[in-house]
């Protein structure tokens, strides 16, 4: 079955500086991998999703995930982040066998200092 | 509709008493998931309708839990015998096709059971 791990539970970064975080997953075949985006009192919005092809995606609002098969992670990163982007990220893996269920991992608050 | 509804947005029962909680699909999406997010928690799967396939109930917590989807579009999730642990937020989502893809979330009932 798989699983996900977001090691991190909270980051604090000031506005302006870059951001990663972190997601490991386990699975045993090729994931299919998601950034969700959860702003307080808001549904989740869909960051990015990879699939296959190239390991670097591109998503919206300015962020981008790498998959590494090697390291099983896919890491979020934004060069500069917002005030805006203030929320709870959650990072999930999907599997392509018996269910397409959507795994999630347990999220990580980003605070962004003035 | 344009989105995933979820009726009602909250919820306030008392411990013992059953719930209905009732999740409206976007038009012609085949998969259909339930979450839910207790405070400060990830989303912790329930339950997955792939299609005419049996659904995925594997996260349903107890035999008090129970969904059924029925023509296709319209979801339950039934809670039977609240308890204060059921307090949460439960999350519906549906996605177009049954496989893995994105998955597009409603805004969650908030449950207090009291």
């Known amino acids: 079955a798989q699983s996900v791990t977001q090691p991190d539970i909270h980051i604090t970064v000031s506005e302006g500086a870059s951001l990663e975080l972190r997601c490991n997953y386990s699975?045993?075949?090729?994931?299919?991998l998601f950034w969700y985006v959860q702003s307080p009192g808001q549904g989740l919005q869909l960051l990015l999703k990879y699939f296959s092809g190239d390991t670097l995606v591109q998503g919206i609002k300015g962020f981008e995930a790498e998959f590494k098969r090697s390291q099983s992670s896919f890491n979020l990163r934004k060069p500069s982040v917002h005030w805006s982007d203030a929320a709870e990220y959650f990072c999930?893996?999907?599997?392509?066998?018996?269910?397409?269920?959507?795994?999630f991992g347990s999220g990580t608050r980003l605070l962004v200092r003035p | 509709g344009a989105g995933v509804s979820q009726s009602p947005s909250n919820k306030v029962t008392e411990k013992g008493k059953d719930v209905e909680l009732r999740c409206d699909p976007i038009s012609g999406h085949t998969a259909l998931y339930w979450y839910r997010q207790s405070l400060g928690q990830g989303l912790e799967f329930l339950i997955y309708f792939q299609g005419n396939s049996a659904p995925d109930k594997s996260g349903l917590p107890s035999d008090r839990f129970s969904a059924e989807r029925t023509g296709g579009s319209v979801s339950t999730l039934t809670i039977q015998r609240t308890q204060q642990e059921d307090s949460a937020v439960y999350l519906c989502?549906?996605?177009?096709?049954?496989?893995?893809?994105?998955?597009?979330f409603g805004q969650g009932t908030r449950l207090t059971v009291v």
């Open positions: 999930a893996v999907g599997a392509a066998v018996s269910s397409y269920k959507l795994i």
């Open positions: 699975y045993g075949a090729t994931p299919y």
């Open positions: 989502a549906s996605s177009p096709l049954v496989g893995v893809t994105e998955a597009f």
